[in-house]
């Protein structure tokens, strides 16, 4: 079954955002970079997909005037099959990444990018239900706190967790980087 790799708004934009925090960057670069690392090894399509929405203008971090719609610094330099524009939630909408797709022969995505519970569990649930293979990579997701309506503090890790559970089974496979560059390799 022939794979692509996701990588789901990994961009500068999110640096310039209020609730953006470098504490579980580190941990999570070298996770995505590995993951990318692993699909350039076994030949493995990637595809990178930004954020484009908002005012046309230099102030919003999410548009193309702002010069932060580009890779996140630190993220590993890779030469992507296709690059997409999104302006929704999911990166199959009003994209033509599944056309790509299907053009390509793709039927297995691999998940990874920002925001867990946003962009890539929305992206996760669109292409199951398009019917499409789909290997969650939870480590190689990155989110950020948030706060409850009560004013409490829901946790990142707390979020990752809940949406792992969420998707186990019924919309993806969840897995780890190395159970992911696994799968990878089995399928090449």
């Known amino acids: 079954m022939k794979s692509c790799l996701l ?3 990994i961009q500068e934009s999110f640096r310039h955002r209020p609730y953006f925090t470098e504490r ?5 670069l070298e996770a995505q970079n590995a993951l990318i690392e692993g699909a350039q090894r076994h030949g493995v ?6 954020h484009v929405d908002g005012p046309k ?3 919003n971090s999410f548009a193309l005037e702002s010069g932060h719609v580009r890779p996140l610094d ?5 030469e992507p099959a296709a690059i997409f524009h999104k302006s929704r939630h999911s990166a199959l909408v009003g994209t033509g990444l599944d056309v790509w797709l299907t053009q390509n022969g793709v039927q ?24 499409f293979a789909v290997d969650y990579v939870t480590d190689a997701t990155l989110t950020f706190d948030m ?42």
Do not use: Y
């Open 147 to 188: 706060k409850n309506e009560d004013g409490s503090l829901l946790m990142a890790a707390d979020i990752k967790t809940r949406t792992a559970t969420v998707l186990k089974d019924r919309f993806a496979t969840i897995c780890t980087v190395p159970q992911a560059i696994e799968r990878m390799a089995r399928a090449a």
């Open 45 to 50: 399509p990637i595809v990178r997909i930004f």
């Open 24 to 28: 579980d960057l580190p941990a999570w």
């Open 7 to 9: 990588l789901i708004d």
């Open 57 to 59: 203008t230099a102030a």
């Open 108 to 131: 297995r995505l691999v998940v990874s990018g920002i925001r867990t519970e946003q962009c890539c569990e929305t992206t996760t649930r669109h292409a199951s239900d398009l019917g």
């Open 74 to 78: 630190g993220l590993r330099a890779v």
